[in-house]
């Protein structure tokens, strides 16, 4: 499966922004799906997945309140609703794919497949 991140761009703090990740080759329904962040100097890290079905999501503690993962299968698109970001949030952003069918959703490793990134940039 191929995936492309887009939405990204900049905005000032308290803002919002929705970033999709569109999937083809593939139906995305076939994965558990996660973003990722990475700030420069930093490692990537988890920021929030959601279910095949969609009926379960997962969030880092430092966005839980201000982000929503959601999922439309028919669109074949994910979806990262951002709301009140923070300069903290900026950072290029990843969505990521996961073909397996384990528990795991909070490390890199986990996934199989990964898109190009969106930069995200918070002004304060």
């Known amino acids: 499966v191929q995936l492309q991140a887009f939405g990204g761009g900049l905005v000032q703090a308290g803002g919002y922004l929705r970033l999709s990740c569109v999937a083809s080759g593939r139906t995305l329904s076939s994965y558990k799906m996660g973003w990722f962040r990475q700030a420069p100097g930093k490692e990537r890290e988890f920021v929030a997945a959601?279910?095949?079905?969609?009926?379960?999501?997962y969030y880092a503690d430092s966005v839980k309140g201000r982000f929503t993962i959601s999922r439309d299968n028919a669109k074949n698109t994910v979806y990262l609703q951002m709301n009140s970001l923070k300069p903290e949030d900026t950072a290029v952003y990843y969505c990521?794919?996961?073909?397996?069918?384990?528990?795991?959703?909070?490390?890199?490793?986990?996934?199989?497949?990964w898109g190009q990134g969106t930069q995200v940039t918070v002004s304060s």
């Open positions: 959601i279910s095949r079905s969609g009926g379960d999501t």
């Open positions: 990521a794919a996961d073909r397996g069918y384990s528990d795991s959703y909070y490390y890199t490793r986990v996934y199989d497949y």
